[in-house]
């Protein structure tokens, strides 16, 4: 076996690794991704790869760690972000997730994916998205969330403080270049119109069984991890989720753990999605 690490795998002539540029349709857009293909026949297993807000840090490392590992790895795009049209909300990036788990079963004979070998890697918001959608779609065998942005936390104590609320929709404001059709104020709104229906730790009854890896981030003051980690993890032990989780000493972005981050999001892929 190679280190994906360290080393590329042995090519196949016949069935060469690629990097197709794949749509998928939502909401009358058109979403843009780029899948990283393993050489092999396959069929390969599938991880889907969900970015945050706005979408800065995109973790194509990962993709490509994946691809040498063997599995297909996904990278897009929400509607309203980043050139793709539409306009941006979290609900839309919910139905997005949603579109492009039914969009891959389309794709899977052409670029030799396994879609019954699924899972859902999520940083950020991202990581808020996979756990949901692996909350409501039994298709999904494992997911990881990163340094997940408790949408349901937030909302709790934006309505319980008028000052923390103003801070969000001022940071909301602040990411809005690459998104379009959306505010500070709508962001903020939306979140607390979603409550509890938004806490992570309220997915645990739906998720028990199903293998889940939670990785919090100690230096963090975007997902503070007392506030968006530590209560998750607490929830799923307590409802018996097949749960890992870690607590790394990094930032939000894991600037400095990306291999770190590499490592433990395959090793755990390996164990529950050979």
């Not at 016949?14 to 794949?22: G, Q």
């Not at 997911?143 to 609320?165: E, H, I, K």
């Not at 709508?186 to 069984?209: K, S, T, Y």
Request: with cysteine; charged share 20%; net charge negative.
């Amino acid at each position: 076996m190679i280190d994906p690490f360290a080393e590329d795998p042995p090519g196949d002539p016949e069935f060469p690794a690629a990097t197709p540029a794949v749509t998928f349709a939502s909401g009358g857009e058109s979403l843009r991704g780029v899948l990283h293909v393993p050489a092999g026949r396959g069929p390969h297993p599938v991880v889907v790869l969900l970015h945050g807000f706005p979408g800065d840090e995109r973790n194509f490392d990962l993709a490509q760690v994946l691809r040498r590992a063997g599995y297909a790895s996904l990278v897009f795009h929400y509607r309203g972000s980043w050139g793709v049209g539409g306009s941006w909300s979290w609900g839309h990036v919910l139905e997005d997730v949603t579109a492009v788990l039914g969009g891959l079963r389309g794709l899977a004979d052409v670029h030799r994916l396994d879609p019954r070998r699924l899972a859902l890697v999520g940083h950020s918001m991202g990581g808020f998205a996979a756990l949901l959608t692996a909350a409501a779609e039994p298709s999904v065998v494992a997911v990881a969330s990163v340094a997940a942005f408790d949408f349901g936390a937030v909302a709790a104590l934006c309505r319980a403080d008028p000052a923390v609320r103003a801070r969000y929709v001022e940071a909301f404001d602040g990411e809005l270049a690459p998104l379009r059709g959306t505010s500070g104020e709508a962001l903020v709104g939306e979140m607390e119109a979603a409550g509890d229906a938004w806490r992570l730790a309220g997915l645990a009854p739906r998720l028990a069984g199903r293998p889940v890896l939670l990785i919090g981030t100690g230096n963090d003051q975007v997902t503070p991890h007392r506030v968006h980690h530590d209560p998750v993890v607490a929830a799923y032990l307590d409802r018996r989720v097949e749960l890992r989780h870690h607590l790394f000493p990094t930032d939000h972005a894991l600037s400095d753990h990306r291999v770190a981050l590499a490592r433990t999001v395959l090793g755990f892929l390996r164990k529950v999605l050979p």
